[in-house]
């Protein structure tokens, strides 16, 4: 087996149609399974999903409970028998060439990790939020080796036998975010380099609302941070958390705090929420995520300290 394609998938029964449909349309003439983990939709008919596959067999996982995107995938990768797995959200299509991109740079690099390109499909309204994103990440840079950083599980591709000897993903995350950098950090610690496959092409039907990313910024702080933290203390910087760390009369600190004051944050949110249809400097998304963030950091930090 070449390729095992891993989709984990939560109520959108719709776009994980639209997603198996266009993996059914790939021609390439390689020895693919798709692998569907349902991650505990109360609404979920298996009956839906038979035949979308097309030529490429399917296995269907369905979990009773919700546990989580790392439980998820890890469920799946269990099934998975491809010598490189291929990770793709529900919300996703792939362009055509995709499982066969895939494919041709495991065979350059048997020990490497790709990461595709994803952008938001058509439909998506365009504003200054989804400009933001799409110059995120792989989008900063050229074709070749990125940052471990960069590695994200939603259109990426992994050595089967890399996965299982770093015991997979954390499944400890259950919240939003964080299951996808800490396994790529583990990966990068054993040797595997990251790579931005562009040819590997997936379009994002989905977006959350500003306010919603906002409020998943805040939960990614509050509750996942701390796990990462706690099993990677050095990541503290690449969080932009180190300044925590600095006396209280240091110079970045202290002007990071004042960055956090709710006055701060409410004045840069109310521009871009009024500017929204406009294009706007990405720094004022760096500064809003980094400061939902922290503050949800701060909280659980608090909380635990009373």
């Known amino acids: 087996m070449d390729l095992s394609v891993i989709i984990p998938s939560y109520r959108a029964p719709r776009l994980l149609q639209q997603a198996l449909r266009s993996l059914a349309d790939d021609v390439a003439q390689l ?20 035949g979308l596959s097309g030529r490429w067999p399917l296995t269907l996982i369905h979990f009773e409970q ?5 439980a998820a995938r890890n469920e799946g990768l269990r099934h998975a028998r491809g010598e ?13 060439g995709f499982l066969a991109a895939h494919a ?15 952008r938001f499909a058509p439909d998506i309204r365009v504003d200054a939020m989804t400009r ?3 110059s995120r990440g792989v989008a900063r840079c050229e074709a070749g080796p990125v940052p471990f950083k960069c590695f994200v599980t939603g259109n990426s591709s992994v050595p089967r036998q890399a996965l299982l000897d770093t015991d997979g993903f954390d499944e400890a995350f259950v919240t939003y975010g964080g299951e996808d950098l800490e396994l790529g950090y583990r990966l990068h610690n054993d040797g595997l380099k990251v790579h931005y496959l562009p040819e590997a092409a997936s ?19 509050r509750d996942t941070v701390p796990l990462i933290l706690e ?3 050095e990541l503290a910087q690449l969080l932009r958390l180190d300044f925590l760390q600095k006396p209280r009369w240091n110079l970045r600190r202290w002007a990071l705090t004042i960055a956090l004051w709710s006055p701060v944050l409410a004045f840069v949110h109310g521009v871009v929420v009024l500017l929204m249809r406009w294009r706007l400097p ?13 503050r949800g950091f701060m909280s659980r930090s608090a909380s635990e300290a009373r």
């Open 84 to 96: 490189t797995v291929v990770f793709l959200d529900g919300d996703m299509t792939v362009g055509a």
């Open 104 to 118: 041709a740079f495991h065979r350059q690099h048997p020990r490497a990790i790709a990461v595709g390109d994803i």
């Open 231 to 233: 099993r990677h203390p």
């Open 31 to 50: 020895t693919v399974e798709v692998i569907v983990v349902d991650d505990g939709s109360p609404d979920y008919d298996a009956n839906d999903l038979a």
């Open 203 to 221: 379009l994002h039907h989905e977006v959350r609302p500003f306010a919603q990313m906002g409020d998943a910024m805040f939960a990614y702080g």
């Open 282 to 294: 990405g720094i004022l998304f760096d500064y809003l995520w980094w400061c939902r963030r922290t």
């Open 132 to 134: 933001y994103i799409h």
């Open 66 to 70: 919700n546990q989580g995107r790392a």
